[in-house]
């Protein structure tokens, strides 16, 4: 039934949240012995471990709409008082390719439907633009939108920009490819999003900004969060092995303790990031022979960058590792001297990064990318633009060369995150937007 006429009604004190993300991690899971299996820290979107298992233990009921593969006979798996259903697993799986989303939005809508009719949800937080085709069916059906700006192209405009060069040609390049982007992504697919949402949230000042300002949103209606990784306790690349099964002949777990090691993550969407890092890497190699390095991730672009490390001769100081489950990611980051993440296309903490620096690696980031809000240059990491080759080359070799105060470098970069992604705190950020963003809707008003 239409909600446009309905009278307003106090806020819930419990609230019934769908939380809808493509891909998405598995929550902790406990066998009938009482011990615990899965992942001992947060993987993927962290988001959704992290404020998902802290919801469901304020007395909320949160069910986590994914993509994801569960790995089991059936789609539908309780965790830590959370429900998390997959779609259709056995026929999509980590769906990456464009020509595929008009059909998971389908999937997704369908799913929601199905479980909104079970019992309605007052508000709908989708990570991604997987969920479009939900929000437009809120009014009719009496739901709250939120969205993470990480559903709009937002990112992909810093990408652009990360990539220019200091030079009049490549400024006046890169902000009319900037322009051209925004128009193309804006008035295609932004706006129609941004229509629907009730509340937007975002990673960075900078991401604040550019909402309000160029795509034309309240700032009343914008939230910042400052949700991250799950902080625990450093382990050893053993102690994180939790599959003891699996093969040990994978070339990143053979690399001898005197080699020096690079560790990046990408989703191999675009080729000109990691095609900096190559050629900065080549400069460093040639000084360096025992460096290598570790190219965690795949993706459609795949091939062209193999080629392009083939083509500098880096065929034996580039390992492509692939897809890593988050266990063997964090093993991989341990054998790193340094970390390098230059996307900027993520909206929100790069988890990989903020892994890095909770294991007190030194990073290097984009400073087009939210970590340049969060990180100070030369104190807890360093921050560079992504097309600037002969500076990642001098960082990497002054890393080697132990030029830099490594270790304060990293005890600097964990306690920064142990202060930032405080769990308590992340959840009741998360859960006062959630009062806003209802309010926002015009069908509830705060409790007295």
Known sequence: MPTLFRKRQPIPDQLNIALISQFAPLLQTRTPAGTTTGHSRASGPSFLRLIARGLAFRGHSVTIITGE????????????????????????????????????????????LELHREKPF?????????????????????????????????????????????????????????????????????????????????????E????????????????NVPYGIEIGTLVSPEESDENPAAPDNRAWLKIPASTHVAVTVSDMNEIGEMQNLLQAFEK?????????????GDGPRFKEIEFEALMLALGSKVIFAGELNHDDQVRAISRADVFVNLSA???????????????????????????????????????????????ITELLLAVFEQRLPIAAIGEAARAKIAAIFDPEKMVVETLRAYRSILEATGHYRRSA
């Open 345 to 391: 296309r993520t909206s929100g903490f790069e988890p990989s990064l903020l892994e890095a620096m909770a294991q007190k690696k030194v990073v290097i980031g984009s400073e087009m990318s939210p970590m340049a809000a969060m990180l100070e240059h030369g104190l807890e990491g360093f921050l560079v633009r992504p097309a600037d080759v002969s500076e």
């Open 208 to 223: 604040r900004i550019s909402l309000e300002r160029y795509y034309l949103y309240p700032d009343a209606k914008i939230h």
């Open 122 to 206: 007052h508000l709908v937080h989708a990570l991604d633009s997987s969920a479009v085709r939900v929000g437009l069916m809120k009014r009719e059906h009496g739901f709250a939108m939120a969205y993470d700006v990480q559903a709009t192209h937002l990112a992909d405009l810093f990408a652009i920009m990360g990539m220019g060069q200091e030079t009049l040609g490549s400024i006046l390049g890169t902000g009319l490819s900037v322009g051209l982007k925004f128009l193309s992504t804006y008035f295609g697919k932004d706006r129609q999003l941004l229509a629907t949402a009730d509340g937007v949230f975002a990673a960075s000042p900078r």
């Open 284 to 296: 460093v190699a040639i000084k360096k022979p025992n460096s290598r390095l570790i190219v965690i």
């Open 69 to 112: 593969n569960l790995g089991g006979a059936t789609n539908v798996r309780e965790a830590d008082g959370v429900r998390i259903v997959s779609i259709a697993p056995s026929r999509i799986s980590r769906l990456r390719s464009q020509a595929h989303q008009p059909r998971f939005q389908d999937l997704v809508r369908a799913k929601f």
